[in-house]
């Protein structure tokens, strides 16, 4: 039985079922939401507001659909909620969706990848693990990244690019 089919039928009394959907997906919604909004704080809140969604919308879900897809596209929508909330436009479009849709597949079907990138990012270089740290998980820009450390830009910037292939090979060794 799958857990979403699980999940709906302890409805009434059971949200450890749902807390185990939620566990399963929370991580892949999480990078979803953070593509989409570029900030991890903001992100936390769509993949929360996601969730309390599904929750109370899973007596419409169809079991016979893929628990995922239908996840990301309530993050997708709530995603649109705050771009409409914040006046922002929508810096995706159908295509940039559809493409963003058909990677987060990859994370879907090999979800233990994030695993393998803490592990690969723990073998970086002090220089591009702090580079790294303070550009992605701390959503920091290039320049600011420079002035906290006392390097120019463009060293930040390399420094990225050297991470980035370090991390794809790292990756890629893992992977076989």
Not at 109 to 121: G, I, S, T, W
Request: aromatic fraction near 6%; include cysteine.
């Amino acid at each position: 039985m799958s857990s979403i089919v699980a999940m709906k039928e302890e409805r009434g009394t059971g949200q450890p079922a749902f807390g185990q959907v939620a566990r399963e997906h929370q991580g892949m919604m999480l990078v979803y939401a953070r593509t989409l909004l570029g900030d991890e704080t903001r992100a936390r809140e769509v993949v929360q507001e996601a969730l309390v969604s599904a929750w109370k919308g899973m007596e419409r879900f169809d079991v016979t659909r893929d628990v995922g897809a239908w996840l990301r596209g309530i993050v997708r929508n709530k995603w649109k909620d705050v771009c409409r909330r914040d006046g922002r436009k929508l810096e995706f479009g159908d295509e940039d969706l559809e493409y963003l849709e058909s990677r987060m597949v990859v994370f879907v079907a090999r979800p233990a990848v994030f695993d393998d990138l803490a592990d690969c990012r723990e073998k970086l270089p002090e220089e591009m693990g702090e580079v790294v740290q303070l550009s992605y998980d701390d959503g920091m820009k290039s320049e600011a990244v420079a002035e906290k450390l006392g390097i120019a830009a463009a060293t930040v910037r390399k420094r990225l690019e050297r991470a980035r292939g370090l991390l794809r090979d790292c990756l890629e060794g893992i992977r076989g």
